[in-house]
């Protein structure tokens, strides 16, 4: 008898514990997210016309790091590896990564990466997939594409959309990714408005999945006609307080902005996302 009254006081005082540790981290002091960065495709409207100009601009609000994208001038817009590290150091800015076609010109993207100076290769989109088949095909071409970034000495990694948090024969095409790409070759970039449009709980995911991802979207967006329409930080659905908190917690390294639907101009919208994140504590 007292051993078993010993166990029921030694669990109560554990599930006690539990409960204090977790309103200690719900009142704990709130953190600044500082650096963060931009993915350079929220400027696409304007930046292939002027690329010096508008990345400028974007270090004047507050950016010090870029995700870039392969537009029409490839991702370091026209420049050698070595005069975009020179033109972004001048600004007291790095670009950590970019997103790339991954079924082209593979290793010139890793030369290219490496000379000027990022750590990241994602793979943005790969569309819908109408059966696990398929996802297994992807699964194994991400394993094969990221052993050769790695050998190349970067991180290859895949940043997601909805339909990759929506249930396809009772289960979840990302899930499902993560459990069948090698860790030690595939890391993921988890985009906050479209796990949210899925209908799927970021905290939760996070919490289990966490350490899989090294980078993060943050965009808002809010339901218009039943659809989403992004919108300026903090004017939307995400609720980025404990979200990104969760992130953090978890490991998470690199907090990108992206926004690709705007209010009233491009820069409007990407220097009130600024101004949001400098004050945002979580």
Known sequence: MQRRSFLQQAGLLSAGALTLSHELLASAPGKAINPFGVQLYSTRDILPKDPKGVMTQLAQMGYKQFESYSGPQGFLWGMEPKEMKSFLDGLGVKMISTHFDMNKDLDKSIDMANGA???????????????FDDWKRIADKFNTVGEQVRKGGLKFGYHNHDYSFKPLDGKIPQEYLLANTD?????????????DVAGQDPVAHLNKYGKRYELCHIKDYKKVGGKPVQDD??????????????A??????YFIVEQEEYPVSVLGSMKNDAEYMKKLTV
């Open 117 to 131: 100076g990022l750590s990241y290769l994602l793979c943005p989109y790969i569309g819908v997939q109408k059966t």
């Open 183 to 195: 860790p030690k070759n595939v890391m993921f970039e988890l985009d906050l408005c479209w796990i």
């Open 233 to 246: 930080l903090g004017k939307g659905n995400v609720d980025f307080k404990k979200t990104l908190r969760t």
């Open 248 to 253: 953090m917690n978890n490991g998470m390294k």
